[in-house]
C-alpha cells in the first residue's frame, strides 16, 4: 500500500505563513502532477494547485498569489508556500499525484494520506 504524508501544519494568526510538505513515492513522483487540495467541516474537497512533471503550474482562484507550490526532487517532496493566510484558509490540507488535477474527472494515483491540520485564528 502505497502512503502519502503530509506534515507542516498548525495554529497560525490572520496573516501568517506556514509551508506544508508531502513526500510522494518514489514509483510516481514525476510520473504525474502533484497536487495540494484541502477540505474544510462540511465541505466538499477543493482543489488548491498542482504542478505538472514539466513543472508548470496552476492555482485556484482563491489561493492565486498567496500559495505557492514547488518540489525537490531530491527529497520526491511537494511543498506549499502559505502567506497572508486567512481564517476561511482553515482545513485539513491533503496532497496527491495523478491526472486530470484540477479537473472535473480527477483520477488519483495513491490513496489519500491523512492529512495536516491548518488552523487560522487570532
Known amino acids: 500500500q502505497v502512503h502519502l504524508v503530509e506534515s507542516g501544519g498548525g495554529l497560525v494568526q490572520p496573516g501568517g505563513s506556514l509551508t506544508l510538505s508531502c513526500v510522494l513515492p518514489?514509483?510516481?513522483?514525476?510520473?504525474?502532477?502533484q497536487g495540494w487540495f484541502r477540505q474544510a467541516p462540511g465541505e466538499e474537497r477543493e482543489f488548491l494547485a498542482f504542478m505538472t512533471s514539466g513543472g508548470s503550474v496552476k492555482y485556484a482562484d482563491s489561493v492565486k498569489g498567496r500559495f505557492t507550490i514547488s518540489r525537490d526532487n531530491a527529497k520526491t517532496t511537494v511543498y506549499l508556500q502559505m502567506n497572508n493566510l486567512k481564517p476561511e484558509d482553515t482545513a485539513v490540507y491533503y496532497c496527491n499525484t495523478g491526472q486530470g488535477l484540477g479537473s472535473n474527472a480527477p483520477k488519483y494515483a495513491v490513496s489519500w494520506g491523512q492529512g495536516t491540520q491548518v488552523t487560522v485564528s487570532s
Open positions: 518514489l514509483s510516481v513522483y514525476r510520473r504525474y502532477a
